[in-house]
């Protein structure tokens, strides 16, 4: 049981290049989010999935997208990398049903030079 | 912002000595939760409390609530190097969609 996996560890982009962050569980998890942790600002969340086909905006989604297809992953697409974008973004899911308990990934450091 | 804060920033003990960190928060909650992140990498959940408990154990963790004043605390008895690390607490919202956390206490225990 790997849990939530996140890809790659380290990222480095030049400003206005595009990538995806990759997130997958094997937990059977209906609920998977992206959070981005930055110094003295603690997690904030990016975009949420209540399962396959759903996703919903958290409180910074600018920038960023989601898609659901599978029950398993949950990417996370940075459009035109910014500055601002620099951040470790950690992925984590949990069991809709009790939804009382998140599961991490060992996150990402992403630098946008 | 519905983000909570930790109370304090930093704190550094030596090895045996009892931790205590506070948050407070914003909204009415059902449940509040804390998490552990070790330097590098990703939070791991330590202990749930519910929103008509007052206190709750789990090992060398205690948790207390008080919902009148939308607070908390954990504390960490008899500490061990091994607890070096950030602490943070973590508010459900009212649909149990998102999550909020505060900003994190970062423990240093002095071996």
């Known amino acids: 049981n790997a849990g939530v996996t996140q890809t790659p560890k380290f990222q480095v982009l030049k400003t206005g290049q595009s990538m995806t962050l990759q997130c997958a569980q094997d937990m059977n998890h209906e609920y998977m989010s992206w959070y981005r942790q930055d110094p003295g600002m603690g997690l904030r969340l990016i975009h949420y999935s209540v399962g396959a086909g759903i996703t919903d905006q958290g409180e910074v989604p600018n920038g960023y997208n989601v898609s659901r297809s599978t029950t398993e992953d949950f990417p996370l697409r940075l459009l035109s990398a910014a500055p601002s974008q620099t951040s470790v973004y950690f992925c984590a899911s949990s069991d809709q049903a009790t939804n009382e308990k998140l599961f991490f990934g060992s996150g990402t450091q992403l630098s946008v030079l | 912002s519905q983000q909570g804060e930790e109370d304090p920033q930093a704190l550094s003990i030596q090895e045996g000595e009892n931790a205590t960190m506070n948050c407070s928060y914003k909204?009415?909650?059902?449940?509040l939760q804390w998490y552990r992140q070790n330097s590098g990498r990703g939070l791991v959940h330590l202990i749930l409390i519910r929103s008509n408990e007052r206190e709750k154990h789990s090992g060398r963790l205690r948790v207390t609530l008080d919902t009148s004043k939308k607070s908390s605390s954990l504390l960490i008895t008899a500490s061990r190097a091994a607890d070096t690390a950030s602490y943070f607490c973590?508010?459900?919202?009212?649909?149990?969609?998102?999550?909020?956390f505060g900003t994190g206490t970062s423990l240093t225990v002095i071996p």
């Open positions: 909204t009415s909650i059902n449940n």
């Open positions: 973590a508010t459900p919202s009212n649909t149990g969609n998102q999550f909020y």
